[in-house]
């Protein structure tokens, strides 16, 4: 695996120059997980954060009854857990491979260490900050105020901005573990699947969605 390309694919680092880029690759560690492999858990204190190189990555939390609740998926290029690095607390959530992965470790002492030295390098997370706050901000609006259609149709908007495609998205997860994400069960999630495909919004094939009346869409996420 050539971390610097990893690294020159990060939004995280948009920007930087080779130079800066290779001096990251020679701080972190790559590290490989098996599926379903926790790569931590929430409360232990924070020893760095990640880019996930392969794979695909779940950031979740669960109650004493074992009960699950997914935040975010990341896949290659997506950066995870840079927030306790800044602030020094545990991590607020836990981390868990959904395949097996590869991803690579900043060690929190060792980035700090780069960000003093390299203020320009702040004003990029910062970015990559108000980003996720905003991807963040939109999942709470959406699970406190709207239907499962509306939340569906906003998580394909969503996918088909970041997959760079207006025709068609693939959808990162399972159905099951989709539904999880947007706080619905699997059942009411095929049902709504199934009433856009018959009113010609989208066509699902598996994973693969395509995406038929984009106003219709976009009436139907807000």
Same mark, same amino acid.
């Given at each position: 695996?050539?971390?610097?390309?990893?690294?020159?694919?990060?939004?995280?680092?948009?920007?930087? +120059?080779?130079?800066?880029?290779?001096?990251?690759?020679?701080?972190?560690?790559? #590290?490989? $997980?098996?599926?379903?492999?926790? !790569? =931590?858990?929430?409360? $232990?204190?924070?020893?760095?954060?990640? /880019? /996930?190189?392969? @794979?695909? /990555?779940?950031?979740?939390?669960?109650?004493? *009854? @074992? &009960?699950?609740k997914?935040?975010? !998926?990341?896949g290659?290029g997506?950066? =995870?857990?840079? /927030?306790?690095?800044?602030?020094?607390?545990?991590?607020?959530?836990?981390?868990?491979?959904?395949?097996?992965?590869?991803?690579?470790?900043?060690?929190?002492?060792?980035?700090?260490?780069?960000i003093?030295?390299?203020?320009?390098?702040?004003? +990029?997370?910062?970015?990559? =900050?108000? %980003?996720?706050? &905003?991807r963040?901000?939109? %999942?709470? *609006? +959406?699970?406190?105020?709207?239907?499962?259609?509306?939340?569906l149709?906003?998580?394909?908007?969503?996918?088909?901005?970041?997959? #760079?495609?207006?025709?068609?998205v693939?959808?990162?997860?399972? #159905?099951?573990q989709?539904? +999880?994400?947007?706080?619905?069960t699997?059942?009411?999630?095929?049902? $709504?699947?199934? &009433?856009l *495909?018959?009113?010609?919004?989208?066509?699902? *094939?598996?994973k693969? !969605?395509a995406?038929?009346?984009?106003?219709?869409?976009?009436?139907?996420?807000?």
């Open positions: 695996m050539d971390r610097a390309a990893i690294i020159a694919q990060c939004s995280l680092f948009n920007g930087l +120059n080779e130079e800066d880029v290779l001096m990251l690759a020679a701080a972190c560690e790559t #590290k490989q $997980v098996g599926r379903g492999e926790v !790569i =931590f858990l929430e409360g $232990v204190a924070a020893v760095g954060f990640y /880019v /996930v190189a392969t @794979g695909q /990555v779940k950031i979740y939390k669960s109650n004493a *009854e @074992g &009960r699950e997914i935040l975010h !998926i990341f290659p997506e950066s =995870f857990a840079e /927030v306790p690095v800044f602030h020094g607390d545990p991590y607020p959530a836990s981390a868990m491979a959904m395949k097996a992965s590869e991803v690579l470790c900043f060690p929190r002492a060792r980035f700090v260490e780069i003093e030295q390299h203020p320009s390098l702040s004003m +990029n997370m910062l970015a990559n =900050f108000a %980003q996720k706050l &905003r963040f901000s939109m %999942q709470i *609006e +959406n699970l406190a105020l709207r239907e499962v259609p509306a939340r149709a906003s998580h394909l908007i969503y996918l088909s901005e970041s997959q #760079k495609r207006t025709d068609a693939t959808l990162r997860v399972p #159905k099951g989709l539904a +999880n994400l947007l706080g619905t699997p059942e009411t999630l095929s049902r $709504v699947l199934g &009433r *495909e018959e009113s010609g919004v989208i066509r699902s *094939e598996g693969a !969605i995406l038929l009346d984009w106003p219709k869409l976009r009436e139907l996420a807000g």
